[in-house]
């Protein structure tokens, strides 16, 4: 211990006189190291906006069509997304169509290509009290790198929408149903 503390001075000293006999050297082999750790640094930042600007982006959603109101699954991303699980909790379930509760298992292993959707009906008069948040866990992967996306969705900011119901009479039904195929035809053509 008290030999490196005698050599430390002297480790010193000698960058000391290198400094003062080569300032010039010093000083460019400083500046090239500070040039590489920028470089390296720079590299890395870039990766990961590249990354992240490419990657594909899955995540659930309410779409209202018509009268009705759909759960939707969507890939928002650049590149497809490989879906490995997909969770509902009780309450998601509990809106789902009873033969459609399960359906999203059968997607596992399925690719979704950027901006493609898939989506199911949402039982509107299940929506009450107690499941009005449902949360959705969705895990997939791309070619390079594997995600996780937690979505709650609060349903009671849908609920005044979803028991608006038109109200058809012997008068106005043609028009309800004008203005509703209008909405699913415009709504196939914005996938």
Do not use: W
């Not at 010093?26 to 990657?55: D, G, H, P, W, Y």
């Not at 995540?59 to 109101?69: D, K, L, N, R, S």
């Not at 459609?100 to 950027?114: A, S």
Request: glycine letters at 4%.
């Amino acid at each position: 211990m008290l030999m490196i503390l005698q050599e430390e001075p002297r480790y010193l000293q000698t960058v000391i006189e290198l400094f003062l006999e080569n300032p010039l050297s010093v000083i460019t082999a400083v500046t090239a190291i500070l040039s590489v750790v920028i470089s390296v640094f720079t590299l890395i930042q870039n990766s990961k906006m590249i990354e992240e600007s490419s990657r594909p982006y899955l995540t659930a959603e309410i779409v209202h069509i018509g009268t009705t109101y759909y759960l939707r699954f969507k890939n928002y991303g650049k590149t497809a997304a490989t879906i490995d699980r997909i969770k509902l909790d009780d309450n998601a379930k509990k809106v789902q169509l009873k033969g459609f509760k399960d359906v999203y298992e059968d997607f596992c292993g399925n690719t979704i290509p950027p901006n493609y959707s898939f989506m199911t009906c949402i039982l509107q008069d299940n929506v009450s009290g107690e499941e009005n948040s449902i949360v959705i866990d969705i895990q997939y992967h791309s070619s390079v790198k594997k995600y996780k996306e937690h979505i709650q969705i609060n349903l009671s900011a849908y609920k005044r929408l979803l028991e608006a119901r038109r109200n058809i009479d012997n008068e106005n039904a043609s028009i309800v149903i004008g203005k509703t195929l209008q909405d699913l035809v415009f709504a196939v053509e914005k996938r």
